[in-house]
């Protein structure tokens, strides 16, 4: 009887201590509910921006800012900062008690696009619009090329299939020569829709033609490799890559 009446006692302790944690689980729950309440934003802190200033993205958020962070939707504000051309990917949280933290990928211009007004273009053939940081940027200038505006809505993939095409070589040359990209100061559309790339230096014409592009890319920089270490692409004036498995070189006159 002893062992039965231990045992009686022992399920009231524990049922006892249970429901007292239950009801301090539940007043802690009501309670962090009434404080989020009074939580507001107090401050932004923007990271991740290299091409538009953060202060500028902080500045389009600013009408969040007293807002208890309970009433703050999370994916809907991301969502806002997509809206902008340059915004890529946004990430939103709240580091309390007070603070609204936003995580940014931006899109790169790889190529900047000759037009009036001049527009850039990024890996995605996603149409950006001018600004002063990418101008100073050392990136291939796209010339030749239909520059009807239609063809080129902010903030969305060109219509334009030839820049479309474009953009698969400059990814091409990136991924393959990343030398190479930082030496092109232009890629060329001639009349006879053949590429050409002009390098920065002295300059040198590289013709592509138009058709197993990304082939040519690779027999170039294989050409580039075969020359010795006192020569270089940029000591010819004319590269001809038009003809299968063929280099034919123009040397520069002294």
């Not at 990136?139 to 902010?154: A, D, H, M, R, Y």
């Not at 559309?189 to 197993?212: A, C, F, R, S």
């Amino acid at each position: 009887m002893k062992t039965l009446a231990q045992f009686a006692s022992f399920r009231f302790v524990v049922g006892f201590s249970l429901t007292l944690a239950c009801s301090a689980l539940t007043w802690g729950a009501f309670s962090w509910a009434s404080y989020t309440k009074m939580l507001s934003v107090k401050s932004i802190l923007v990271t991740g921006s290299k091409i538009i200033p953060a202060s500028d993205y902080t500045n389009s958020l600013q009408d969040l800012i007293g807002l208890p962070v309970s009433q703050l939707h999370n994916k809907t504000i991301a969502e806002r900062l997509e809206t902008s051309p340059y915004v890529q990917a946004a990430r939103v949280s709240i580091h309390f008690p007070d603070v609204l933290s936003v995580e940014l990928v931006e899109r790169e211009p790889i190529a900047m696009i000759n037009m009036d007004p001049i527009m850039f273009i990024d890996q995605y053939s996603v149409v950006l619009p001018n600004n002063s940081t990418v101008i100073e940027m050392n990136i291939p200038i796209l010339s030749g090329f239909n520059e009807t505006k239609n063809l080129f809505p902010v903030g969305k993939p060109t219509l334009s299939s030839k820049i479309r095409e474009t953009t698969k070589i400059i990814v091409r040359i990136q991924n393959l020569n990343p030398t190479l990209y930082k030496n092109i100061s232009e890629i060329r559309l001639n009349h006879q829709d053949e590429y050409e790339l002009i390098l920065l230096e002295k300059p040198t014409k590289v013709l592509l033609g138009l058709k197993n592009i990304s082939k040519k890319i690779h027999i170039l920089k294989e050409f580039g490799l075969s020359l010795s270490q006192k020569r270089h692409l940029t000591d010819f004036s004319t590269i001809d890559l038009r003809y299968n498995n063929q280099v034919i070189v123009r040397e520069r006159k002294r």
